[in-house]
C-alpha cells in the first residue's frame, strides 16, 4: 500500500487511524525466535490483526482498562512516544534493526502516530476525568499538605504487589517480572523530564529548568545502578528487550508521563505526575530493595537501596519551588493542574499496583490453575453445559504474541504440543490432555513445539468459575 494511500484516513474513522498506523512493519506479530528482544529497540509487536474486532471510537472504562484494547493501545501509544526520542539500530545496514529503524523514522510514521495518539490517548486516559478527587483546599499550602498526607499514607502501605511478591512461593520469578516493569517506567520517567528541559521559559519560571535539570542529572547519573541491577538478575539493559512481558498498566504510567511531558498544554500535571513519580518511587525503593535481596539474592541493589528518599519538608519545598511561581502567575489554575496530574499518576500507579498483584499471584500458582481447570472442564462435561468456544489449529513454532483475554478461559490441548508462557525466560510445557485456567486480563502468550497443535479454549462465566 502506497504511503499517500495509507494516509488517507478521516478524524471520524478511527479505528481506521489505529489501523493504519499499526500496520507498519516494525509492530507485526513476534515469531518464535523474538520472546525476548535483544538487540533492535524498533521492534514493537503489537498484534495487529487484532484490530479488527476492536473498537478504540469510545473511552474505555475504568473497570475495562485492562482489557485487551487497553494493552495493545498502550503499545501503540508508547511507540507513538518514543518516535522523537534517540534510539540507535544494532548492527549495520544488513541488520534487520536497521529495516525496523527506517520504518519506524519514516515521515509516514510520525504523521500516522500523531493521528493515532489523538484516538488513543482518549480511548486510553478518558476515564481519568471521572471521579477525580477535588482539592481539599485552595492555594500552594493545601496542595503540599496533600502531597504530603500521600508520602505518609503510602509509607505506611507502598503497595500490595510487593507484599505479594514478598509471599509468592517461586520468589526469584517473582523479583524477575517486577524488575521488568520497571523497563516501561525508568526510561519514560528520563524522557519525560528530557523534554520539558527544552524551551524559553526561564523568566516566567526562572527556577524551573534547574529544579528539572538536577532530577534529570541524577536519573543520568543513577542509569550504570539500573544497568548493573539489571544485569546481576540475568536481565538485559537493551531498550524493549521484555516488550512482550510489560503488563498496560506498566505502560499506562509510563505513557501518562510522556503525555503530559508531551503536550505543554499539560504542563501543571506533567509536575503534579513528575512529583507523584519521585514520591513513588521513594516510597517503594525499600520494599524493592529487599525482594530483590531476597528473590534474587542480589546483596546490595544500588538502584533501590540508595534511591532518594525526599522527606515530607523536602517534597513540601520541591511543590512550593514548583507551583508557587505559577500560581502568583497564572492564578490556581496552575494549582489546579498540578493536582489533576498529581492524582491522575497517583490513580494510575494504583491501577498498576494491582494489576502486577494479581499477575504474580495467577503465575505463582499455576499448580491451582491447573486443578481449576480440570475440575471446570469435568463440570462442563458432566452437566453438559454450554459454553462459547474457540478453537485454534496452529502450525509448528506458530507464536502467539503476549496478550490478554476480557473474559476468563480454559486452554485444552487436544493434540500436540505447545510452550506456554507468562514471565521472562518461563516456557511451560502443555501436552495433549494439559488443561489450564487464565483468568481475564492476566498477560500470557504461547508457541506451538509440534508439526500442528489442536487446542480449545471454552469461556468461563464467572458463575461457572464460582463453582470450583
Known amino acids: 500500500m502506497s504511503p499517500v494511500s495509507r494516509i488517507r484516513s478521516t478524524p471520524d474513522d478511527p479505528n481506521g487511524i489505529v489501523r493504519q498506523y499499526a500496520a507498519n512493519a516494525p509492530f507485526r506479530s513476534a515469531t518464535s525466535e523474538e520472546m525476548v528482544n535483544h538487540d533492535n529497540p524498533f521492534r514493537r509487536p503489537v498484534r495487529p490483526h487484532d484490530l479488527g474486532f476492536l473498537d478504540y471510537a469510545e473511552p474505555l472504562p475504568a473497570d475495562e482498562a485492562l482489557r485487551l484494547r487497553g494493552l495493545l493501545g498502550h503499545r501503540m501509544l508508547r511507540t507513538v512516544y518514543d518516535a522523537d526520542l534517540l534510539f540507535l539500530p544494532a548492527g549495520g545496514d544488513d541488520h534487520p534493526s536497521r529495516r525496523d529503524a527506517i520504518a519506524f523514522r519514516s515521515a509516514e510514521n510520525r504523521i500516522l502516530g500523531r493521528k493515532a495518539a489523538v484516538v488513543l490517548e482518549d480511548h486510553l486516559?478518558?476515564?481519568?476525568?471521572?471521579?477525580?478527587?477535588?482539592?481539599?483546599?485552595?492555594?500552594?499550602?493545601?496542595?503540599?499538605?496533600?502531597?504530603?498526607?500521600?508520602?505518609?499514607?503510602?509509607?505506611?502501605?507502598?503497595?500490595?504487589?510487593?507484599?505479594?511478591?514478598?509471599?509468592?512461593?517461586?520468589?526469584?520469578?517473582?523479583?524477575?517480572?517486577?524488575?521488568?516493569?520497571?523497563?516501561?517506567?525508568?526510561p519514560a520517567a528520563l524522557s519525560a523530564v528530557g523534554r520539558n528541559l527544552l524551551g524559553d521559559y526561564d523568566t516566567a519560571h526562572p527556577a524551573l529548568r534547574g529544579l528539572l535539570l538536577d532530577d534529570y542529572r541524577d536519573r543520568a547519573g543513577r542509569a550504570p545502578l539500573y544497568r548493573r541491577l539489571l544485569a546481576a538478575a540475568d536481565l538485559s539493559a537493551e531498550p524493549y528487550a521484555y516488550w512482550q512481558f510489560l503488563l498496560s498498566s506498566a505502560l499506562g504510567t509510563a505513557n501518562h508521563l510522556h503525555r503530559v511531558a508531551h503536550d505543554h498544554e499539560r504542563f501543571g500535571e506533567f509536575l503534579g505526575a513528575w512529583t507523584h513519580h519521585r514520591l513513588d518511587e521513594a516510597v517503594t525503593a525499600p520494599a524493592r530493595a529487599d525482594l530483590v535481596r531476597e528473590g534474587l539474592g542480589i546483596e546490595h541493589p544500588a538502584y533501590f537501596a540508595d534511591a532518594p528518599r525526599p522527606s515530607a519538608d523536602d517534597l513540601a519545598a520541591l511543590v512550593t519551588a514548583l507551583v508557587g511561581p505559577l500560581a502568583d502567575r497564572y492564578g490556581e489554575e496552575a494549582v489546579t493542574a498540578f493536582h489533576r496530574g498529581f492524582e491522575d499518576a497517583r490513580r494510575l500507579a494504583a491501577v498498576h499496583d494491582e494489576d502486577l498483584a494479581v499477575q504474580l499471584d495467577w503465575a505463582d500458582r499455576l499448580d491451582e490453575y491447573r486443578v481449576k481447570a480440570e475440575k471446570l472442564d469435568a463440570l462442563i462435561r458432566e452437566r453438559n453445559i454450554e459454553v462459547d468456544l474457540e478453537t485454534f489449529v496452529e502450525s509448528h513454532e506458530e507464536t502467539s504474541t503476549t496478550h490478554v483475554h476480557d473474559d476468563h478461559r480454559l486452554v485444552v490441548v487436544e493434540v500436540g504440543q505447545m510452550h506456554f508462557w507468562n514471565n521472562v525466560n518461563q516456557q511451560i510445557p502443555m501436552n495433549e490432555g494439559d488443561k489450564?485456567?487464565?483468568p481475564a486480563e492476566r498477560l500470557h502468550g504461547s508457541m506451538v513445539l509440534s508439526g500442528t497443535c489442536t487446542y480449545h479454549q471454552p469461556v468461563i462465566s464467572e458463575d461457572l468459575l464460582a463453582q470450583v
Open 436 to 438: 489450564l485456567l487464565i
Open 125 to 186: 486516559f478518558s476515564w481519568l476525568d471521572e471521579d477525580r478527587p477535588e482539592p481539599a483546599g485552595t492555594g500552594v499550602d493545601a496542595l503540599v499538605r496533600h502531597v504530603q498526607g500521600v508520602l505518609e499514607e503510602r509509607r505506611a502501605h507502598p503497595g500490595r504487589a510487593l507484599r505479594v511478591a514478598a509471599g509468592c512461593r517461586h520468589r526469584r520469578e517473582a523479583a524477575l517480572f517486577s524488575l521488568v516493569q520497571l523497563t516501561a517506567v525508568h
